[in-house]
């Protein structure tokens, strides 16, 4: 219980502190910002694979419909990781020049709100 509160904590910080960069560049107009942004979260993705590759989080017998925690915490570190690869899409098209890439951004960044408040409602349980 405790390594699952820590691994999900320190994501938790992690989306929280991607988010804050990358709207802190956009306001400020400043691409190092967002892109700094951009790295914590594929950095969190890496940080989920491993999670999910060691199996760090043991999953318990399910009895009857109830979805336990710690699955749940495995479907979150899976959305880290398509979340971290959004971003390293929206990277890769921001260095080749490719126009789309703030759209991209934008997805990656709605959907780490999302999962954001997924890891804060799996915590209060």
């Known amino acids: 219980q405790d390594l699952l509160l820590t691994f999900t904590s320190s994501t938790q910080f992690g989306i929280f502190g991607g988010i804050v960069f990358i709207i802190f560049g956009w306001v400020d107009?400043?691409?190092?910002?967002?892109?700094?942004?951009r790295f914590i979260f594929i950095a969190l993705g890496f940080y989920a694979l491993w999670i999910l590759l060691s199996g760090q989080v043991q999953v318990p017998e399910n009895a009857g419909n109830i979805v336990s925690k710690e699955l749940r915490a495995i479907a979150f570190f899976k959305g880290v990781v398509v979340c971290?690869?959004?971003c390293l899409l929206s990277l890769l098209l921001k260095i080749f020049k490719i126009r789309y890439s703030g759209f991209v951004t934008l997805i990656c960044v709605v959907f780490a709100l999302l999962l954001f408040f997924v890891v804060f409602s799996l915590q209060k349980s």
């Open 29 to 37: 107009k400043k691409d190092r910002f967002i892109d700094v942004g």
């Open 84 to 86: 971290s690869g959004i």
